[in-house]
């Protein structure tokens, strides 16, 4: 408590330096809040991002501060940030203290699974970064596509929503599924279709007869690469999937992850693609 | 006259107690240069030597180097040599205990205890009341770790005592069974948790020095230091009870009071080391092992060379997990795991003569 | 003056000792002999508190309730059959511990000195667990002579508590070590040993106590217990004492000097 007021005193005894516009020193925490900042057009203010922002290609090349929750105070000063822009949920606690203790303006952006939480993500960050006139413009666009994106997708599923099981993963055989209250339940609910799972919250290991009397019809999975990759032969084979009526039409969606649960400025697109895959075949 | 045989085994070198005394010296002054080094380093770059400079010349330092050395590195140095220390001579004190040089803290389920405290506070402390939040502020999850340490290490220590005499072998097993049910309950906790909170598990367990506070500098710091203090009083008998508890009984010693005591000081001080960074493994072992080899068995010097370079150690390690990803950080327990078992097994294949039980 | 009344031990709830009386003296080298089984070492062990006993100990006119472990240490020396080592200790840290606080200045001489009575002298770097079953159990001896050094102080009697302290050594260190065992009891100590080789001890011994089948049987001065009598009724088969051979299969004598008072 003391040292924030002795910082004060220093900060405000030495020439003052602002965060002007234009100036190169954001640093960015949480997936969306990146896609947001390059889709504002403001990409080039930024200074360092954490490991779960992989989109645009561009935020790759920027310093990786780590997993947004075992942040390191240090680290993070390192990349020299005059501001910090972060996902609701960073941590630990001790290191945001640090960093309010060193006087750096930290903005959180909370946010929902639902597009006013999209919307309020953007022109929360419009604000902090103080263009706020081009986050209306983003935030109606993206609410307006948002709008034609679920209108389609009921249209689309009409009077027979398909059942979507949504699978973190099939590690040892077993299935981690999304019950509700999760990125993946709103987003399945987005594109006009159905949770298979009602009776849990969140991301919970499934039994197999559980899993079966789900009945989803799609089952719907990040796309990854290495040994998280599950062929749809190993996927069918399990015997908890092997009984639903997605094995039988072999129905398997993968999208990538952030793109599909990040719920920032592309989430219109992917309800799109996902409605797509899930109607269309 | 009895002629003696021609010495064909090896010998250790004469005077090991010499040896092992001037390590005291030769291990602080490295331990010494190892904390400069951790000052002085750290991704922000930032100057120990331009700071120290200014505050001679009576100039201020800017909020950065402020923050950097005083609220970050100097909180993490001090926990660091904290950490290092007690839990290498928690290690040496249960090998001394057990009468063992593979025992370790985890024998008496402290980190099994630590790791369902911790877990609680992750996964439930949001249904705490909010005034109840508010005192313990950030301190919930080490209070928590170190309290469940505590339970478990209680609970060994009753099942393995009976008549005012504690059974080493029986505490073996009960630890084994404590942590197992530890483990457990910690499933079922984890089962309760969101994606996130599994998430601060993980990283919880892999440890870290990176959430020093000075707050956890001023609730560590006695009960460590304390710990480490109180073991040094307990290196004869536990010289002595490496020939067996009868023997060291008959040598004098109050063996049941020595156990009781090793044990307290270990909770102390893994309780508390566990509490504040998380699960760190290997200083245990490796530390008192390397120096036994060093300088001998000899509990008296032992302990103080083993707390010094176990700080040291530990020390080092945190400087090769700030920097070697930066500005990301590698929890410290995985750099110690991979620094610590080749080490360990280059040890056991080159004196294998010497461990042999 | 060790003295123990109708001394009861029982494991699981069978017997060992039915109520064994036992005394030793000081100055003297009193044996506890008998068969295998028979409680010998129990007797022993009682009296060195490590099995749970009923009945009363004295040691040096004092009930050994009322002594606190370091004041026991303090006169009494205790050899265990076995003791194994958990580090790699070097003889002469193992012998060392021996050495109770406040010999400070004579520290290593001692120490030489008990490893010369041994035959050990020259092994202070060896590893403990590197020697031999024997030098291992010589080395534990030397042990416990540091920690009774003196046999007798300040009119006081230090006790030697020995379970069958040349078990596993050759005839050449079993004269040597029931020779340091003597002089101990000679200077004034006492000297209590559980001895399983008959021979031994009549060489040695001024005092034996025979336990067989968990009573004590004969006790008292060497010649009196070891008699054809008492011998055979111990050991169940028929046993002779012989002053000389008399059967022409060769019989091992050491020289008559190590014998006592011949």
Redesign the interface.
């Known amino acids: 408590m003391w040292l924030r007021t002795l910082a004060r005193l220093l900060i405000a005894a030495l020439p003052t330096t602002t965060v002007a516009e234009g100036d190169k020193n954001v640093l960015a925490i949480g997936g969306s809040v990146t896609e947001i900042i390059y889709a504002l057009g403001e990409g080039d203010r930024l200074i360092g991002r954490d490991s779960t922002s992989s989109y645009p290609p561009e935020a790759a090349s920027l310093p990786d501060v780590g997993y947004m929750r075992a942040l390191a105070p240090e680290g993070v000063l390192s990349v020299r940030p005059g501001m910090i822009i972060s996902e609701d949920g960073a941590g630990p606690p001790e290191t945001i203290e640090v960093l309010q203790a060193a006087d750096i303006p930290f903005i959180t952006v909370p946010g929902s699974y639902s597009v006013e939480g999209i919307v309020q993500k953007i022109l929360t960050v419009g604000e902090a970064l103080d263009v706020e006139a081009a986050s209306i413009a983003l935030a109606s666009d993206v609410r307006m596509k948002l709008q034609e994106a679920e209108a389609a997708a009921d249209a689309l599923a009409g009077e027979t929503p398909k059942r979507v099981l949504f699978v973190l993963s099939t590690q040892d055989g077993r299935i981690m599924a999304s019950g509700t209250n999760t990125a993946a339940s709103s987003i399945i609910e987005m594109a006009g279709s159905v949770n298979a799972v009602t009776g849990f919250e969140g991301y919970k290991p499934m039994s197999d007869e559980a899993v079966i009397a789900a009945a989803p019809d799609v089952i719907l999975m990040m796309d990854r690469r290495g040994d998280h990759f599950v062929a749809n032969e190993d996927l069918f084979a399990l015997p908890a999937i092997a009984a639903t009526p997605a094995a039988q039409t072999q129905s398997v969606v993968r999208m990538n992850g952030l793109y599909l649960l990040g719920f920032g400025p592309r989430t219109a697109d992917a309800v799109l693609e996902l409605t797509t895959s899930l109607y269309k075949g | 006259m009895?002629i003696?045989e021609q010495?064909s085994?090896?010998?250790?070198?004469?005077n090991?107690r010499t040896v092992a005394r001037q390590a005291h010296v030769w291990l602080a002054l490295a331990l010494l240069l190892v904390a400069v080094l951790s000052l002085a380093t750290g991704p922000t770059g930032t100057s120990l030597w331009s700071a120290l400079g200014k505050m001679f010349s009576g100039k201020p330092l800017t909020a950065m180097e402020r923050v950097v050395l005083w609220d970050i590195r100097m909180p993490r140095l001090i926990i660091g040599i904290l950490v290092g220390a007690g839990l290498a001579v928690s290690g040496a004190l249960m090998q001394g205990l057990f009468?063992?040089?593979l025992a370790d803290p985890g024998l008496v389920g402290v980190g099994a205890g630590g790791t369902l405290g911790a877990i609680l506070a992750i996964v439930l402390g949001s249904t705490l009341p909010i005034w109840f939040s508010d005192i313990v502020g950030n301190m919930l999850i080490p209070v928590s770790a170190f309290f469940g340490s505590w339970l478990v290490i209680v609970v060994l220590y009753r099942v393995s005592t009976r008549h005012g005499r504690t059974s080493v072998a029986t505490m073996l097993l009960a630890g084994i069974a404590l942590a197992a049910l530890a483990a457990a309950l910690s499933g079922i906790v984890i089962f309760m948790a969101d994606d996130q909170q599994l998430r601060d598990l993980t990283f919880w367990s892999l440890g870290s020095l990176a959430g020093a506070t000075w707050t956890k500098v001023v609730i560590t710091a006695p009960l460590i230091l304390i710990a480490i203090g109180g073991s040094l009083f307990l290196g004869?008998g536990l010289?002595?009870l490496?020939?067996?508890e009868?023997?060291a009984?008959?040598?004098?010693?109050?063996?049941q009071r020595l156990k009781l005591l090793t044990i307290l000081i270990v909770a102390m001080a893994t309780g508390a080391a566990v509490a504040v960074s998380g699960g760190i493994g290997f200083i245990g072992i490796i530390v008192p092992h390397l120096l036994?080899l060093a300088t001998?068995?000899?509990h008296r010097t032992l302990l103080l060379n083993v707390a010094l370079l176990g700080a040291a150690i530990l020390l080092t390690a945190d400087i090769i997990s700030r920097l070697i990803i930066a500005p990301a950080e590698l929890p410290i327990g995985i750099v110690t795991a991979v620094l610590g078992a080749p080490v360990f097994l280059w040890i056991l294949l080159r004196r294998r003569?010497?461990v042999d039980? | 003056m060790i003295s123990a009344r109708d001394i009861r031990v029982e494991f699981s709830k069978k017997p060992i000792l039915h109520g064994v009386d036992f005394n030793a003296r000081p100055g003297e080298v009193t044996a506890i002999v008998g068969p295998n089984g028979s409680g010998k070492t129990t007797l022993l062990r009682a009296l060195?508190?490590?099995v749970h006993w009923t009945g009363q100990i004295s040691v040096n006119d004092r009930d050994i309730h009322a002594y606190k472990?370091?004041?026991?240490?303090?006169i009494?020396?205790?050899l265990?059959q076995i003791?194994?080592?958990?580090?790699?200790?070097?003889v002469i840290?193992?012998v060392r511990?021996?050495l109770?606080s406040g010999t400070h200045g004579g520290e290593d001489r001692i120490v030489q000195q008990a490893l010369q009575r041994v035959?050990?002298?020259?092994?202070?770097?060896?590893?403990f667990?590197?020697l031999s079953g024997g030098e291992q159990q010589r080395a534990h001896l030397a042990r416990v002579l540091c920690?009774v050094w003196d046999p007798m102080r300040d009119g006081t009697p230090r006790w030697l508590l020995l379970d069958e302290p040349v078990a596993s050594l050759d005839i050449?260190?079993q004269l040597?070590i029931m020779n340091c065992l003597q002089d101990f009891a000679r200077r004034g100590g006492g000297v209590v040993a559980v001895m399983h080789d008959l021979n031994l001890t009549a060489m040695v011994a001024d005092a034996v106590t025979m336990i067989a089948r968990g009573e004590a049987i004969a006790q008292g001065p060497l010649p009196e217990v070891f008699t054809d009598h008492w011998l055979s009724a111990a050991y169940q088969c028929d046993l002779k004492t012989n002053a000389v051979p008399p059967n022409p299969s060769a019989f091992i004598l050491p020289q008559t000097a190590a014998l006592r008072g011949h």
Do not use: C
């Open positions: 009895i003696s010495i085994s090896p010998v250790a070198p004469k090991r009468r063992n040089p004869h010289n002595a490496a020939l067996g009868a023997t009984s008959h040598l004098g010693i109050a063996v036994r001998g068995p000899d003569g010497l039980m | 060195t508190d490590e472990p370091w004041e026991l240490a303090a009494r020396g205790v265990p003791a194994t080592i958990a580090f790699p200790f070097t840290e193992v511990l021996g109770t035959g050990l002298a020259g092994y202070e770097n060896r590893f667990q590197e920690q050449g260190h040597l």
